[in-house]
């Protein structure tokens, strides 16, 4: 049945050549009249749509609505298949000399998550099997009769990923991103767990705890927008490579389509440029399978102006067994600026061997001494740079106004070349009265030196030992976790020399791939280190990765004795807990069926193949009417495993979610 065919000749529903569902939606709710002739007086949707009670006919709305929601293009209506490519005036290219990097769903919010769990649908799946009968063949009669056994099983497919379209879907969207309610609220400490029984708050009323947060981070990110916006100066994230490996304990969906990928990211970079401060920094870690395109889909959030760099991590020194070209033994971190013009890094040094050479140390921290002569500048190209400096024979009194008996130097070198000091006049007395300067006798000619603070360059290849995943990644949480890892980890050194370079006390750090939380023990490390204080937001959907988090901070704050620092984790809590209580109480099939229509409606954002499927082939057969109560439950229960919504803070107070008055009451003190 083509249903855009049958409803052309309704114009109100049409915006040029585009479907407006939304209106189409609300003629269906309200029973337009017009819109009910015409889908009555085609027999394919008069079939489909309507029930024939005595001499009258019934619209079915939510059959009507039901099949529309799952006949959209992945809800996108967008111009473009699944794919990515060279196009241009909306068709992909083959051969042509106008090219143009064009971006599929960009104007599109995908609904589907990044965990392991999400990469597939379940749906159930029927199998028949027949055992023939057995002949004795000397005499002609069956031994045994035929056999038929019929079973119903849960099966896994790739995900059919939902896209929503920004205008045409925008209630949609505004309902997914609406923040949520929170619930299981507990502090950990260095002593063990707590009771929440407040949330720390700065004077401007900013939350000052260190936060883990288990759910969509899409969605957490958008509940904890009102708090953070503009107040975060770093955020380090590690996402799913997309590099099509095979699944491994504690990984994420790391085999998302391309186009699929970018849309992920794509959503996720906008919510996050809006955490940033506008002198703070978003480093991406990722490898070459997607970098050239996160590099021009960064661009495009983040502006071109705003990239600070491109890191080569050498992650890897060995590189990877059995490839068959390369073996891979670095990684990248992509690094912007929120405002390049007003973001600086820190003044610090992050290799052992040149932390040796700041071997003295003042109220400012540790400094080296420098002769203060440029040699790299003639006195020619810089005049303003040649100048007297006079000093005692005591070498106590320095200045630049000559004295009674003072000694002259001027900055030339051993060779008697005429170089510049290192700052004009103005900014060598400036040190001078800091205490910055000193002069020494050396081959009986007067010498300046001035203090260098501790720093270094930092190049953008990191190849130091302590960056090797393996040693400070791997091998690190397993520590924490009994043996056990999870895939992949940083390098505790890796995250924390980023941090240590772009933030300091105070400052917020947020990671929404958290992981294992190795972002959470750098920053707790580094804390320790320099006797700071930084704050920490991680967000994480998996459940393996949250249960590892919990522990792994837990024991850095313990282990430490850290009694200053203590982290609060919760979670968003689930929408779809009502409806598995729901399916429990059903005492029959007919119950189970009566419940499924409501769960439909309950739950109509997140129809996706499996409910179709289930709907259309197995509801009402005969053989799964046959189950035990207890299995038809189970498959239920199966498909409401892929819907995982959340309850919108503004239902958290609805009696059939089932949230506990504490958690009500703490999700209203966190959004203030």
């Known amino acids: 049945m083509n249903l855009e065919k049958i409803l052309k000749n309704d114009k109100r529903i049409w915006d040029e050549d585009i479907l407006d569902y939304p209106q189409l939606f609300e003629l269906a709710r309200t029973y337009d009249k017009d819109l009910l002739e015409t889908l009555f007086n085609n027999k394919d949707s008069k079939e489909k749509f309507f029930i024939q009670v005595g001499d009258s006919h019934v619209f079915k709305y939510n059959e ?25 005036q909306g068709e992909h290219l083959s051969d042509s ?56 099983s849960q099966a896994k497919r790739k995900r059919e990923e939902i896209f929503y379209n920004n205008i045409i879907a925008d209630k949609e969207i505004d309902r997914l991103l609406d923040k949520k309610a929170l619930k299981n609220f507990t502090r950990y400490t260095a002593k063990g767990e707590e009771e929440v029984k407040e949330i720390k708050r700065d004077e401007d009323g900013t939350i000052k705890e260190n936060l883990l947060i288990k759910g969509n981070n899409l969605l957490a990110l958008h509940s904890l927008k009102e708090q953070f916006a503009g107040k975060v100066k770093l955020i380090y994230i590690d996402p799913p490579y997309n590099t099509g490996g095979s699944e491994e304990i504690f990984t994420y969906n790391n085999r998302f389509n391309h186009s699929t990928w970018l849309t992920f990211m794509k959503n996720r970079l906008e919510i996050a440029k809006e955490f940033l401060r506008e002198d703070g920094f978003i480093a991406i870690a990722i490898d070459h399978a997607e970098l050239f395109y996160l590099g021009a889909l960064s661009d495009q959030v983040f502006d071109r102006e705003n990239r600070i760099g491109l890191v080569t991590v050498v992650h890897k020194p060995e590189g990877r067994q059995h490839s068959k070209f390369f073996s891979p033994s670095n990684e ?75 000694l002259t130097s001027y900055p030339i070198d051993s060779k008697g070349t005429e170089r510049v000091w290192n700052v004009q006049e103005k900014g060598f007395n400036e040190k001078l009265q800091n205490g910055e300067v000193k002069a020494e006798i050396k081959d009986e000619k007067v010498k300046i030196f001035y203090k260098i603070r501790e720093q270094q360059v930092f190049v953008t290849h990191w190849t130091d030992k302590r960056y090797n995943s393996t040693a400070n990644g ?98 968003l809590a689930e929408y779809n807990e009502e409806a598995k209580n729901k399916i429990d109480a059903c005492k029959s099939y007919k119950e189970l069926k009566k419940l499924f229509t409501e769960l439909t409606e309950y739950y109509f954002l997140n129809y996706n193949v499996s409910v179709k499927q289930f709907n259309d082939q197995i509801l009402d057969d005969k053989d799964f009417q046959e189950l035990p109560l207890e299995e038809q439950k189970t498959l239920f229960k199966a498909l409401l495993d892929n819907n995982q919504l959340y309850i919108p803070y503004k239902e958290q107070e609805d009696g059939k979610h089932n949230l506990s008055k504490e958690d009500q009451e703490l999700t209203n003190e966190f959004y203030g």
């Open 64 to 88: 009507f609505r039901f099949y529309l929601e799952q006949n959209q293009v992945n809800n996108s209506f967008t111009q473009y298949a699944n794919k990515i490519g060279l196009a241009s």
């Open 97 to 152: 000399t106008d090219y143009v990097l064009d971006w599929p769903y960009k104007d599109c919010v995908l609904e589907g998550g990044m965990s392991s769990e999400e990469d597939t649908d379940t749906f159930i799946e029927k199998k028949v099997e027949t055992t023939p009968g057995k002949m004795d063949k000397k005499t002609g009669t069956m031994i045994s009769p035929e056999k038929t056994e019929v079973t119903f």
């Open 332 to 406: 990248y971190m992509l690094v912007y600026a929120k405002n390049k013009e007003l973001a600086k890094f820190n003044k610090i040094v992050l290799l052992d061997e040149k932390k040796k050479e700041f071997n003295e140390v003042d109220d400012k921290g540790f400094y080296k001494w420098k002769e203060f002569v440029r040699k790299d500048t003639l006195r020619n190209q810089k005049k303003a740079g040649f100048y007297p400096i006079y000093v005692s024979k005591d070498l106590k009194k320095i200045s630049t106004t000559k004295f009674n008996n003072s």
């Open 474 to 571: 791997t091998f690190l949480v397993k520590k924490y976790l009994d043996g056990k890892s999870v895939s992949y980890p940083k390098s505790l050194y890796t995250v924390q020399d980023t941090i240590k370079i772009m933030t300091n006390d105070g400052d917020i750090i947020m990671d929404f791939f958290a992981g294992s939380s190795t972002t959470a023990h750098a920053s707790l490390s580094l804390d320790i280190e320099d006797n700071q204080n930084r704050q920490f937001i991680m967000i994480e959907q998996v459940e393996e990765h949250y249960e590892v988090s919990t522990k792994r901070i837990s024991q850095v704050l313990s282990e430490n004795n850290q009694q200053q620092s203590n982290f609060i984790a919760f979670e």
